[in-house]
């Protein structure tokens, strides 16, 4: 059933407890998710986004008991992914000449995932749509995350509808920031945000500086995930600022994969030499065979520099190894420095193969990493840990 927000918006979305991967396996969600979808009544009613196409039907029943589907004036997708979407093809059913307003990549995006040729009406920034007394108006927000991707603003409310943007995957019974766990909610909010915006950093930038520009007053950011934002709602604002710059804290983070045991016993060596040469550096250490990836990109997104570890296998890396790797060439983090670490018996290529997979993903290299043949003995790591030192003196 619906969540009354104030006297205009209703909460009639879904939260999804049960949720522990999105977007596939891409991405987890260890505290599930929620589907925001939100009703707003003036003398017209507008519909802002729907919810998860498995949960369509119950959000069409859902819906029909707060309103009568046909007093709805306005569907309002502000971002065609199908978690917002989902539900579009089951409500058109019951109403299927209600105009649905999206940007013109949200045409395409809809259109090529329905398959349906609905009553489009396509908006850009400054467009505004009357409900009698309030207007929304319609801000692109291209690349935040998807080239469809829209907010929209009510005025007399001064709500923004933010999609995406600002959320956080985190099921709450309740709907907004002051009402949840503040440790929780910013874990979730900056895992989100190192995971999937990442790459659209100066996008980000960009479109935070365009809405401030708008003048225009903000009681509350509504997100389509998680929860909602007030009592200083531009706080959310202003963290994603921090976030789109470069965004570091004094901390480095070993990831690696062992066989057996060597390169642990390295990382354990290098992290202690790192400590001992700055101990104010939050050094932090992952087997990423035993954790969970999302995690330890959310530990890099933090990080100054990172170093990684494999032994030599095949020639190669553990396949551990070369997943997170190819995880982080793809989110293009800026102004982290890197080195790499490993074992081998034999051949030996790991180090020199990481550290050409680091230089791929855009980190400035400090060295040519260090290796040992075997598991390293007593000597070997007061080597491992004087490269820490060398390592903790690099990065500053
Ligand atoms: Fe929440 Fe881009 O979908």
Redesign the pocket.
């Known amino acids: 059933m619906g969540i009354k927000i104030n006297e205009s918006i209703t909460w009639v979305g879904k939260k999804d407890w049960e949720l522990r991967h999105f977007h596939g396996v891409e991405y987890s969600t260890h505290r599930g998710s929620s589907y925001n979808s939100y009703l707003v009544r003036d003398e017209k009613v507008a519909l802002i986004d729907t919810v998860w196409k498995p949960y369509a039907k119950e959000f069409v029943a859902n819906l029909k008991k707060e309103i009568d589907l046909k007093q709805i004036d306005y569907i309002i997708i502000n971002?065609g992914?199908e978690?917002?979407s989902g539900a579009l093809p089951e409500l058109m059913k019951e109403i299927p000449d209600t105009p649905i307003y999206c940007t013109k990549n949200g045409v395409r995006s809809l259109k090529g995932q329905y398959h349906m040729d609905w009553n489009f009406i396509t908006v850009k920034t400054g467009d505004r749509l009357s409900l009698g007394k309030k207007e929304l108006i319609f801000i692109e927000a291209r690349m935040l995350?998807?080239p469809d991707s829209m907010f929209c603003y009510l005025t007399g409310d001064n709500v923004l509808f933010s999609n995406?943007a600002f959320g956080q995957h985190y099921a709450s019974e309740f709907l907004f920031n002051d009402q949840v766990d503040q440790a929780e909610l910013y874990q979730e909010a900056i895992k989100y945000y190192a995971n999937i915006l990442t790459p659209f950093s100066s996008f980000v930038e960009k479109k935070i500086n365009e809405f401030v520009s708008l003048n225009l007053p903000v009681s509350m950011i509504l997100t389509?995930?998680g929860v909602s934002w007030r009592n200083n709602p531009l706080q959310i604002v202003e963290q994603y600022m921090k976030w789109a710059q470069d965004y570091q804290e004094n901390q480095i983070t070993l990831i690696y994969d062992t066989m057996w045991n060597g390169t642990r016993e390295m990382a354990e060596a290098i992290a202690a030499g790192i400590k001992a040469a700055k101990p104010d550096i939050n050094v932090k250490q992952y087997n990423i065979g035993r954790s969970d990836k999302n995690d330890v990109i959310t530990e890099v997104f933090k990080s100054k520099a990172i170093l990684v570890g494999s032994p030599t296998i095949n020639k190669g890396i553990l396949s551990s190894v070369s997943a997170i790797l190819e995880e982080i060439r793809g989110l293009e983090f800026k102004n982290k420095k890197a080195s790499a670490f490993g074992t081998y018996g034999w051949s030996g290529e790991s180090v020199k193969m990481i550290t050409n997979l680091l230089k791929e993903c855009g980190m400035e290299i400090i060295d040519d990493g260090i290796r040992s043949q075997w598991n390293p003995d007593d000597d070997f790591k007061a080597q491992c840990t004087e490269y820490g030192k060398h390592i903790a003196n690099a990065v500053g």
Do not use: I, P, Y
Request: aromatic share 12%; glycine share 0%.
């Open positions: 971002h992914e978690d917002h995350h998807w995406d389509s995930h």
